[in-house]
């Protein structure tokens, strides 16, 4: 028995390990490597209809940081670890047309994988509805199992578009009503971590149909300055604009807006992002009530794999196993929400004195 399967969203997936959109999923070639190296399913870059262009510089960088007088920095120095990434990358810059045959083959070559399409169109007109509806059509038409709605890119500078839109509960339904009526696939529903009202956002999207949020997108975040050079880590022509930060350093803020999620909505999926670099982060997620992970910058970082994490897909496997067999679990089901019942209102924590917040909860 594979005691990695899962079931999520209606979808059967070998292993819960999934590449996030972005670099790591983002050509034929890439995702084919992916699934040669095990991971359980792929979200595409991210597909639209307006055509992009990237800036004319890095799209990402690695941020590194050391124990000796530590600092966040990409620049390359000896005993460092990695801290984040950062990027102002665009959604993929190859059309649609070109997409559909790739997505074909890839399905045709490993069938029992799950290609979810991350999609992206605009809002406020019909024309933009029909655009969500044309992508969802061709891409379920080539046989992709899923649908992931990009309503969390940080770098938009439409209005309508990305993180633009995330908290707008009005938005949320006219997409998915749009995107409902076009197809029968489960719908994710990608959100930005960065807005006050995220729990609704969600809300919003479950009942509006959502089979799960994916949560969550990179942070808002601008680069660091040399206070030496005066330059932007990453800058074209001394400028620089916001973009999202990934990586180690958002884990704890990503388990916190999943947990938000999780509590408020507890019967319904959530697929974990963020910061995922092995199996205990993943088993965070999972605790939280996650059932399916996605990972995208430890994927990128890891050398000589061609930026799909070859090796590390197997040790997530490996080690969750291992895990798994030392506390006698024979599915991941057994400790999904572990910890969620345990993430409590301040007031509901025990004082020093023995009182709970000076006896106002047993006043109640
Ligand atoms: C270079 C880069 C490009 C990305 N492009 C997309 C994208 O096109 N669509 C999307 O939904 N998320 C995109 N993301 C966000 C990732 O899918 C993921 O949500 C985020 O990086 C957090 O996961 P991590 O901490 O494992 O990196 C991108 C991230 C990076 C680093």
């Known amino acids: 028995m594979n005691r990695l399967a899962t079931t999520f969203t209606g979808l059967e997936f070998e292993n819960p390990f999934v590449l996030a959109s972005a670099p790591p999923t983002e050509s034929k070639r890439k995702i084919l490597k992916a699934f040669e190296a095990g991971w359980g399913g792929v979200v595409t870059k991210t597909i639209g209809l307006h055509p992009v262009e990237n800036v004319a510089g890095p799209k990402t960088i690695f941020q590194r940081t050391s124990e000796e007088k530590p600092y966040v920095s990409r620049n390359k120095r000896p005993d460092t670890v990695s801290h984040s990434s950062w990027n102002w990358e665009l959604i993929s810059d190859q059309p649609l047309e070109l997409w559909l045959p790739d997505l074909e083959d890839i399905k045709t070559t490993y069938p029992t994988r799950r290609v979810i399409a991350s999609i992206m169109a605009g809002a406020g007109n019909d024309e933009e509805m029909e655009n969500w509806k044309k992508l969802a059509r061709a891409v379920v038409g080539v046989g992709c199992d899923a649908i992931e709605l990009n309503m969390s890119c940080p770098h938009m500078d439409r209005k309508d578009m990305g993180a633009n839109i995330a908290n707008d509960e009005t938005i949320i339904r006219e997409i998915m009503a749009a995107v409902k009526v076009a197809v029968d696939?489960?719908?994710?529903?990608?959100?930005?971590?960065?807005?006050?009202?995220?729990?609704?956002?969600?809300?919003a999207a479950y009942e509006a149909g959502a089979a799960s949020i994916s949560l969550c997108n990179t942070f808002p975040s601008l680069p660091l300055m040399d206070p030496e050079t005066l330059k932007f880590e990453v800058e074209v022509d001394g400028l620089v604009t916001s973009g999202g930060l990934g990586g180690l350093a958002i884990l704890h803020q990503a388990?916190?807006?999943?947990?938000?999620?999780?509590?408020?909505?507890?019967?319904?999926?959530?697929?974990?992002?963020?910061?995922?670099?092995?199996?205990?982060?993943?088993?965070n997620f999972i605790a939280m009530g996650a059932g399916n992970l996605?990972?995208?910058?430890?994927?990128?970082?890891?050398?000589?794999?061609?930026?799909?994490?070859?090796?590390?897909?197997?040790?997530?496997?490996?080690?969750?196993?291992?895990?798994?067999?030392?506390?006698?679990?024979?599915?991941?089901?057994?400790f999904r929400a572990c910890a969620r019942h345990r993430i409590v209102q301040h007031a509901q924590v025990r004082r020093k004195s023995g009182s709970y917040n000076g006896g106002y909860l047993a006043a109640e």
Not at 255 to 283: H, K, M, N, T
Request: charged residues 25%; glycine residues 12%; contains cysteine.
């Open 294 to 334: 996605q990972v995208c910058t430890a994927a990128m970082e890891e050398k000589g794999s061609g930026g799909v994490g070859v090796k590390l897909i197997q040790e997530l496997k490996d080690d969750m196993l291992d895990y798994m067999d030392r506390k006698g679990y024979a599915s991941l089901e057994e």
């Open 255 to 283: 388990l916190q807006r999943v947990c938000d999620i999780s509590q408020a909505y507890p019967d319904q999926a959530i697929s974990g992002i963020g910061g995922i670099r092995g199996w205990r982060e993943a088993f």
């Open 185 to 203: 696939v489960p719908i994710w529903v990608k959100l930005t971590p960065a807005t006050s009202t995220l729990v609704d956002a969600a809300g």
